[in-house]
C-alpha cells in the first residue's frame, strides 16, 4: 500500500509508483494496457485529491494481481460515496469507467467498513501476454 498526502503531487508520485509495479510485473510501460492502468490511476487519486482532500488528509493506493485481474484501490477518509450512474459521472470517472470496460474490467466504490471514508476499486482482465510472472496469485506491488 501506498499512503500520500491528499495534495497534487501525490498523482504524480502514483504515477512513479504504478509504472515501477507494472514493469515488476513484466508490463512494458509503453504497453497500451500500461497507458490505461496509469491514466486510470492517476484519475482516481487526482479525485481523491480534488474532491476529499477537506475530510481525508492522505490518500491510499494499493495494485494487486489475483484470479486474472489486475486491482487497485484508491481509497480516502471522505464519507461521501459518488454516483456511478453514467449520467451522474464526471468526466474524469466516465474515463476510468470507459477503460476499465475495455480491458474486460469494471469501476466500483464500496464505504469502509472499519472507519469514515470509502474505496474506488478497480479491476482489469490481464492482457494474455503478460506471461506467467504477472498471472502470480496474491502477488501485490504498491
Known amino acids: 500500500m501506498l499512503t500520500l498526502p491528499s495534495v497534487p503531487e501525490a498523482?504524480?508520485?502514483t504515477r512513479r509508483d504504478t509504472a515501477a509495479a507494472l514493469s515488476e510485473y513484466g508490463l512494458s510501460p509503453d504497453s497500451a494496457?500500461?497507458?490505461?492502468?496509469?491514466?486510470?490511476?492517476?484519475?482516481?487519486?487526482?479525485?481523491?485529491?480534488?474532491?476529499?482532500?477537506?475530510?481525508s488528509p492522505t490518500?491510499?493506493?494499493?495494485?494487486?494481481?489475483a484470479a486474472e485481474r489486475l486491482?487497485?484501490?484508491?481509497?480516502?477518509q471522505d464519507p461521501r460515496l459518488p454516483d456511478l450512474s453514467p449520467q451522474a459521472m464526471g468526466d474524469g470517472l466516465r474515463t476510468v469507467s470507459e477503460l476499465?470496460?475495455?480491458?474486460?474490467g469494471a469501476l466500483s466504490v464500496e464505504a469502509a467498513?472499519?472507519?469514515c471514508g470509502k474505496t474506488m476499486l478497480v479491476?482489469?482482465?490481464l492482457p494474455d501476454d503478460l506471461g506467467m510472472y504477472g498471472r502470480r496469485v496474491g502477488s501485490c506491488a504498491l
Open 11 to 13: 498523482v504524480r508520485q
Open 33 to 55: 494496457f500500461a497507458g490505461a492502468v496509469l491514466l486510470v490511476v492517476s484519475e482516481l487519486v487526482s479525485n481523491a485529491v480534488r474532491h476529499a482532500a477537506d475530510h
Open 59 to 65: 490518500v491510499d493506493v494499493t495494485l494487486a494481481i
Open 71 to 76: 486491482v487497485i484501490g484508491v481509497a480516502d
Open 100 to 104: 476499465t470496460a475495455a480491458y474486460g
Open 113 to 115: 467498513v472499519h472507519r
Open 123 to 125: 479491476w482489469f482482465a
